[in-house]
Each structure stands twice: as C-alpha cells, then as structure tokens.
C-alpha cells in the first residue's frame, strides 16, 4: 500500500529552499561531546522480504505509483513510502532508534548529514550491495557519475547514493551586454567581475550581481563559490588565509564597493535575487539550473536574452584553481534494514532510483538532475528536462568533485553565513585581517 504524507514546510515545487543543517545541531554537538562507537548491525537470516519502507526528503522526488507498481511487479517487493521534511528528519530518526522503534530501510537526506549519520549508527555501509549493482548492470552502472559514490563516503567508507546535486551556475543576461559591446561568457572570476561592471554599465538603476548575505541564508552558494576559486578545505573548514581565500574575500568586497550588489545586501536571500532576475532587476546571479524554469513566463529565453554557464574555475586565467562542487541529496539504507535482514533489497531500491526513466520522471516533476550520463547523455531526455543545458553545464556536472563537510559542517555553515554578512558589511577592511579574524572563528568549531 502507498502512503505518501505531503510536505508541510515551504519546499514543494521546482527549486525549493536551500538545504539546511541548522536543526541538526544539538545532535552534532552531542555526537561531538563523546566518544560514540555505534554497535554494528545485526542481520537476521533468511528473512522473506516481500515490503521496504523509503523515506523522502521532498513530495516531488517520490516516483510515480505506475513507477512503483512497475517496481513492484519487477521484484515481489512493494515499497512504503513516505514524505518527512528534511529539516527535523536525523532528529526523528534518532528519537525512533532510541525508542527501539523499527527505522525506515532507505531514507533520503541532505548529503551533509552523511558524516552524522554514519557516526550515529543509523545508516549502515553500502560497498557490498553498490558492487552487486555493478557486477549486475556494468553498462548501467559505468554511466553513474563518479560524484555520487564519492559524496557518499565518509572516512574512506561509502554509505549513501548521492545521486542528485544542485550545482550553481552564472547566470547572465546577453541582451544587456551585447548593448555595451560585451559577448561570450566569463571564463574566469576575474571576468564575473568584469560582466557586473559591464552589466551595471548597460543598466545603472539595476542591481548588476544578485548576491545575497542575509545571515541563516547562502552557506551552499559560499562553499560551492569556495571551491571553484580554489579555497582549500579541512573538512568543512575553509583556508580564508591562503591565496584563494585571500582573492575571494577580495572578490566579495569587489562587489559591494563598486555598488555591484544591492546596498541591502545583508537583507536579501535567495528568494531577493530570483525575484529581481525575473522581474529583470538584476543582470547576474549564481544559482541552479531548475531556476530557469520559472523564467519563461517572464519573458527571459535561453540563448536569446539571457545565458547559463558553470561558474569558472580559473581566478584570473593562469591556471585552472578550483573544482566545481554540489549539496547533494542522499540516500542511505538504515540499520534497521539490516538488522530485518532487508539490505540486499534496499540495494535493490537505490538502482530504481537511478533508472533512467524514474530520474527524468522526477526530473521533470522539479527534482535536481540525476547523476548518470542514462539521462543526461541523453539529448532528448535534457531537451525535456532543461533545454537551457547545453554540453558545456553536463560536462562540468558530470566532472564535480566533492563538497567538503565533516563532523563539523553544520557549525561550520553558521560561521560561513555570518561570515559572508561581515565581509559584505566592511568592503573597505584588509581582506588580510578578515582572513585572521574570521579563520580563528572557523577553527573554533574544532574545540
């Protein structure tokens, strides 16, 4: 039987919030403040699985019933599923551990969890079922992004199937441009700069970037910028004092001083930015792909006004400097799946989620893209989903590499949120004297 619970929080539809790790941290701090080692799970033998229960994170990332029956006809196992808001769903899990009530078997969560969980005991590892996958389907599987597995594993351990990314790219618009005689795309950050000056010149009452500072907001946009300018990490914190960190730091006062950005920066989020690019206030932004989809009753054609692009990963041309990382969403098979003898069919359950035709399905439904060249390589199933990607942005998804968290990375978001308030509130200070300030903040986290 399918029992499927709607979202109570705000992120139904395409493109919801930003992923958030606020909630988890009591328990974070809880898991930090002793010396936790989880029993392993134990299986039972010779179990006749005939049922799984999945919890999702979102409404929309649930697969079709005809999907499920399909799923259902295929293997004998009919899948309970469940809608939790992502927000509240670790603690959740916890309480249900702790009480010695039965856990889901597979259950969705924002990749930054990984480490949590994993340290709790409620998710177990998956090598063995991801190998049987692989010696299953070798063609299907060599499609799979290497992403997926790598934003899974924690300490050199492989727990979930990272299989969707929501990866910030430049938007631009063309039009605006081409009038002040600027074509192309930015190549470097350096040129992103260039493109908001040039922007602002062809618009002066817009706002030419569309950056947000708004503290609890941007963690994901400032760690996934991080990366691709070739800010070092120890686990989730960043290297403010080394060359990169140095040079973004200088790039976000950059924009602030220029009056690039709004003059209330600290006060937008990212519905702020979205709202001005569609209602054309604002000629740049970094934001996901799936955005582009709301764009059109506004006006704004791909290709036409406005462009799309992977943010750069070169700072000034000279070299290439950063990787293009993603908050991943994630799923784990629990202990509880073990300990009922069910983990070979849950493992079952990660490769339904990755067939193609369930991806794109979901895809279309308003999920982040799949990671697997089964869709993606796929010209017909991109022109359905985004006909704004061109192979340029699935070259660039298809090659991420991993996004930096650990134990740490929901305290660490804090810091980074108030962070990026501080920089955009003082663009006139030493970037070098922000780095000390504010790397002795980041390494405070670790006491």
Do not use: C
Not at 2 to 22: C, E, F, H, K, N
Not at 72 to 100: C, H, K, W, Y
Not at 147 to 173: C, H, I, K, P
Request: glycine fraction near 8%.
């Amino acid at each position: 039987m399918l029992s499927q619970i709607p979202m109570t929080d705000s992120g139904v539809g395409r493109r919801s919030g930003r992923l958030r790790a606020r909630t988890a941290l009591p328990l974070v701090a809880a898991l930090s403040a002793t010396t936790f080692a989880a029993a392993p799970a134990m299986a039972q033998e010779d179990q006749d699985v005939t049922e799984l229960s999945v919890w999702f994170a979102r409404e929309y990332t649930v697969p079709s019933r005809a999907q499920l029956e399909a799923f259902e006809a295929e293997t004998g196992i009919t899948l309970t599923v469940d809608v939790q808001p992502n927000d509240n769903l670790f603690s959740q899990l916890i309480r249900m551990r702790d009480a010695g009530l039965q856990l889901p078997d597979v259950v969705h969560l924002d990749g930054f969890l990984g480490p949590v969980v994993a340290t709790a005991g409620v998710v177990v590892p998956i090598q063995d079922i991801v190998d049987a996958w692989a010696a299953d389907d070798p063609e299907g599987f060599a499609e799979i992004y290497d992403s997926t597995w790598s934003d899974g594993t924690w300490e050199g351990e492989l727990y979930g199937m990272a299989n969707t990314a929501s990866m910030e790219e430049v938007y631009f618009r063309s039009d605006w441009l081409a009038e002040v005689g600027v074509t192309g795309a930015p190549a470097t950050w350096d040129e992103v700069l260039d493109f908001a000056r040039a922007t602002k010149e062809a618009r002066p009452d817009a706002v030419a970037f569309g950056w947000w500072a708004q503290r609890g907001n941007g963690a994901n946009a400032m760690y996934s910028m991080m990366a691709a300018m070739g800010v070092p990490f120890d686990g989730s914190v960043p290297d403010l004092q080394s060359e990169a960190g140095l040079y973004m730091i200088d790039f976000l006062q950059t924009l602030a001083r220029e009056e690039l950005v709004s003059s209330d920066v600290t006060a937008w989020n990212d519905d702020n930015m979205r709202g001005g690019y569609v209602a054309s206030n604002i000629g740049m932004m970094l934001d996901s792909a799936p955005t582009s989809g709301d764009l059109a009753d506004a006006g704004l054609v791909a290709g036409e006004n406005f462009r799309i692009v992977p943010m750069p990963t070169s700072r000034t041309g000279e070299s290439e400097d950063g990787v293009l990382v993603s908050p991943a969403r994630t799923f784990f098979v629990t202990a509880g799946a073990v300990e009922r003898g069910a983990k070979d069919e849950a493992g079952l359950v990660l490769r339904f989620l990755m067939d193609p035709e369930v991806a794109l399905e979901v895809m279309l439904a308003g999920t982040d893209p799949h990671r697997t060249d089964a869709v993606l390589g796929d010209p017909e199933a991109v022109a359905q989903w985004m006909p704004v990607w061109e192979e340029a942005n699935i070259e660039a998804f298809r090659n991420q590499g991993s996004f930096p968290v650990d134990l740490d990375f929901p305290s660490a978001e804090d810091v980074v949120e108030r962070f990026n308030e501080f920089v955009m509130s003082n663009p006139e200070m030493d970037p070098a004297a922000i780095a000390e300030e504010w790397q002795a903040n980041f390494e405070a986290i670790r006491d």
